[in-house]
């Protein structure tokens, strides 16, 4: 079910206030404090946090578009997570829009930003990407230390020079790294899709300093922090980039080493949370 006004972009922050209305309304809850974005293959990692007090197609809500992609599930869900000293309320958000789909920008930052007129302080942002770094192995969870944008496109309009100096938060990727000191950090390019790169195009990227491929994240990312919420992203390495093993890329392989990896990632999640906040 999808229904979804005329206009619905042209007031994005409005659009998200009322998108954050309906989802207090839907579960009760006033004010949510942190917003994970599951991509694809993490919706098993969301599982690890246990049941979730509410769950909702996405599209359900105003601004919301209905999947394109199979592995992209659409939903919304509503965790309370118990801690030593009370209960932090997770928005998780199953799926996402990319720009790839070419419904423009808005409907793919509309979730983060309903996010943190939720209330979410803090957005954590998930992906499943190529590694470009041949260090990397398949499977391999890698903090985003840094981006570069290659699509030539901004979810900001208008004289808004926003710094990016610390887009993705050092305090928390130090947070996490105490967990699991096994993490690397990774610089993360953004790639419009929908075709993967050229092995050309792959060198390219590795000589400007990339070491992670995507279709996602960071116009979330800028978003995000735009609206002065602070912004982690995790990405899971699920095939190597083009040309570096010779092997072609299949969408497949993609989602089942996501779904490979998730558990992992699931219980690191649980485990980091409560110490974020
Ligand atoms: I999963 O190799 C996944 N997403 N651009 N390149 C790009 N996006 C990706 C890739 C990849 N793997």
Redesign the pocket.
Same mark, same amino acid.
């Given at each position: 079910m999808s229904a979804q006004p005329e206009g619905l972009y042209t007031d994005p922050l409005g659009t998200a206030d009322s998108a954050a209305a309906q989802i207090a309304k839907r579960t009760g809850i006033a004010s949510h404090d942190l917003a994970l974005v599951m991509g694809?293959g993490w919706v098993s990692a969301a599982d690890a946090l246990g049941a979730p007090t509410h769950e909702f197609n996405a599209d359900e809500i105003i601004g919301f578009l209905p999947p394109s992609v199979a592995g992209h599930s659409g939903k919304i869900r509503s965790y309370e997570i118990k801690t030593a000293t009370g209960v932090i309320r997770v928005l998780v958000f199953l799926g996402r829009t990319h720009l790839y789909e070419g419904k423009g920008i808005e409907p793919v930052v509309h979730g983060v930003r309903t996010a943190v007129k939720a209330g979410c302080k803090i957005v954590i942002l998930t992906n499943?990407? $190529?590694g470009i770094n041949t260090d990397y192995r398949v499977g391999q969870p890698v903090l985003i230390r840094d981006h570069i944008s290659l699509t030539a496109t901004s979810p900001l309009i208008g004289a808004h020079f926003l710094d990016l100096t610390d887009l993705y938060s050092k305090r928390m990727r130090t947070i996490v790294k105490g967990e699991d000191s096994s993490l690397q950090e990774g610089v993360y390019v953004h790639?419009r $899709?929908p075709t993967?790169?050229t092995p050309a195009e792959i060198k390219m990227m590795r000589a400007m300093g990339a070491d992670l491929? $995507?279709?996602s994240t960071v116009p979330e990312a800028i978003a995000a922090h735009a609206l002065g919420a602070e912004v982690l992203g995790i990405s899971l390495v699920?095939?190597a980039?083009?040309g570096v093993t010779g092997e072609k890329?299949n969408h497949e392989e993609?989602i089942a080493a996501g779904k490979a990896a998730a558990d992992h990632m699931g219980a690191l999640l649980k485990g980091v949370i409560p110490k974020l906040l």
């Open positions: 694809s499943a990407c $190529g790639w $899709g993967y790169e491929v $995507g279709m699920t095939n980039a083009a890329l993609v």
